[in-house]
């Protein structure tokens, strides 16, 4: 259990306390004045709950890898890091990153013809130790947890 203060306009406290609800299990929610008058102190108390807030919005593998080079890049990149760096550590990211990219796309194009392959058992072994690295141990779908840090990843490179 945990206490949140918030300060802000009088006109947006509910809006405020809806965000807070549906994000925290919150109880009651004690409204009082700022000193000035002008905005509103909102104190509620909140705990994690069962539910720690939204499920995450996974993009699809289009929006995903729409900024994406071309499989045999990667491909090459992918080799090229795993040659030249043989001992990889957190700050290696990038590499398991693109990596578990390369993988889920290389799947996707197999599931679309029909095909049968390792690669999607391979693309979540490489999906998963980016979790790890990550720390986000709670992505429930170890591949569109990939596509989402590679879509935020390719639009900050």
């Known amino acids: 259990m945990f206490e949140i203060r918030v300060i802000c306009d009088p006109d947006d406290t509910d809006r405020v306390t809806k965000t807070l609800a549906a994000a925290f299990t919150t109880g009651p929610v004690r409204q009082y004045a700022t000193r000035d008058g002008d905005r509103a102190r909102l104190y509620v108390s909140a705990d994690h709950g069962t539910d720690a807030g939204p499920e995450p919005v996974w993009p699809t593998p289009e929006e995903a890898y729409t900024l994406a080079p071309g499989i045999t890049s990667e491909i090459g990149w992918t080799a090229n890091a795993a040659r030249t760096r043989p001992s990889f550590t957190p700050s290696d990211r990038e590499y398991w990153l693109r990596k578990a990219a390369l993988l889920d796309r290389i799947t996707l194009a197999?599931?679309?013809?029909?095909?049968?392959?390792?690669?999607?058992?391979?693309?979540?072994?490489?999906a998963r130790r980016l979790i790890d690295l990550d720390g986000a141990?709670?992505?429930?779908?170890?591949?569109?947890?990939?596509?989402?840090?590679?879509a935020h990843w390719a639009k900050t490179q």
Not at 110 to 126: K, R
Not at 137 to 150: F, G, K, L, S, T
């Open 110 to 126: 197999d599931e679309a013809v029909g095909m049968d392959s390792d690669a999607g058992l391979l693309a979540t072994d490489a």
């Open 137 to 150: 141990h709670d992505a429930d779908d170890p591949r569109a947890y990939v596509r989402q840090q590679y």
